[in-house]
């Protein structure tokens, strides 16, 4: 991502990539992706906040799928939905000098207040960024899960997957690739694309 998030008091000597890709994300509260947008090229940011306002963070290639045509199997994408109250995020820290410190996510409700506590960040407009992003996750309604195409057309993580359901139109949009696995099988071979959030999704909140 093109802005610095600073941790704090962090030791990651002794850990691989894939240790070191899990810490990041359990520093970050659960909010910082990381994923190879390429075999040399290693991605971290925020993914719900970009799309959420309608942008593309990565800018790199796209894909159609429409299901029953290039889409071999689509049951595994599946419908996330909210229940009650919108969540809003709170997080605690302590600075450097002993100072207590409480962000909270940008929003005018008051509903359900998820509340998290970090020693590992203390740089409030970043506490900022992962509350809002947080904030995004937690709402986040819409399809996610993974599709099955085929080995062409090609795609890759950080991709844009144009998604079109005759049968079910409410499925239809723009969304984050997050992932792929391409699978070999008796009956030949197949991509397994994870699929991420939608572009210029409804937040499902107000925000200030």
Not at 7 to 20: E, R
Request: charged fraction near 20%.
């Amino acid at each position: 991502m093109a802005d610095n998030l600073p941790f704090v008091n962090v030791n990651l000597d002794g850990l691989n990539g894939a240790d070191i890709c899990d810490q990041i994300k359990s520093l970050s509260l659960g909010t910082l992706a990381t994923f190879f947008i390429n075999p040399t090229t290693l991605w971290c940011g925020l993914l719900y906040t970009p799309y959420v306002k309608n942008t593309d963070p990565f800018a790199l290639g796209s894909v159609n799928y429409r299901l029953g045509y290039n889409v071999i199997k689509d049951n595994s994408l599946k419908e996330r939905t909210t229940e009650g109250e919108p969540v809003k995020i709170e997080i605690k820290t302590v600075d450097s000098e002993g100072n207590r410190i409480t962000i909270n996510s940008n929003t005018n409700f008051t509903g359900r207040i998820d509340k998290h506590f970090t020693q590992r960040i203390s740089d409030q407009p970043t506490l900022l960024k992962i509350a809002n992003e947080k904030q995004y996750l937690s709402n986040y309604a819409g399809y996610e899960g993974a599709i099955n195409s085929f080995l062409q057309p090609i795609c890759a993580p950080g991709w844009k997957a144009n998604i079109l359901d005759d049968r079910y139109p409410e499925r239809n949009g723009v969304y984050m690739i997050d992932g792929t696995e391409i699978i070999f099988g008796q009956r030949g071979g197949k991509i397994k694309v994870e699929i991420g959030p939608k572009i210029g999704f409804n937040p499902n909140i107000t925000t200030s």
